[in-house]
Nanobody
Framework: QVHLVESGGGLVQAGDSLRLSCAASGRTFSRWAMAWFRQAPGKEREFVALISWSGFSTIYADSVKGRFTISRDNVKNTVYLQMNSLKPEDTAVYYC????????????????WGQGTQVTVSS
């Protein structure tokens, strides 16, 4: 079982950067693929990025490609989402999730979720 806690959200202006963190607990954390999702008011939860257990395979949503970078530190049991050139449309609650299979981009395919952290980008 994996327990996830997100942090690092906040209120920023368009063009600014934020770095989100997801602290994970579990003795087999390094074997889990990790993903970031986000959910804006009135919208469904959508895929943002994922990373394999090794950290060498990543996938990004088209909306964030070139601006966001996902990474992980298995020693610290933490996954990061570096968000650059933020836009107002990036405003959402950001969630991290864990899965044993790499490549899944649908929220209902993940069993383990954090509580979420709010990211608000003003124009």
């Amino acid at each position: 079982q994996v327990h996830l806690v997100e942090s690092g959200g906040g209120l920023v202006q368009a063009g600014d950067s934020l770095r989100l963190s997801c602290a994970a607990s579990g003795r087999t954390f390094s074997r889990w693929a990790m993903a970031w999702f986000r959910q804006a008011p009135g919208k469904e939860r959508e895929f943002v990025a994922l990373i394999s257990w090794s950290g060498f395979s990543t996938i990004y949503a088209d909306s964030v490609k070139g601006r966001f970078t996902i990474s992980r530190d298995n020693v610290k049991n933490t996954v990061y989402l570096q968000m650059n050139s933020l836009k107002p449309e990036d405003t959402a609650v950001y969630y991290c999730a864990a899965d044993q299979v790499i490549g899944r981009t649908k929220p209902n395919e993940y069993d383990y979720w954090g509580q979420g952290t709010q990211v608000t980008v003003s124009s």
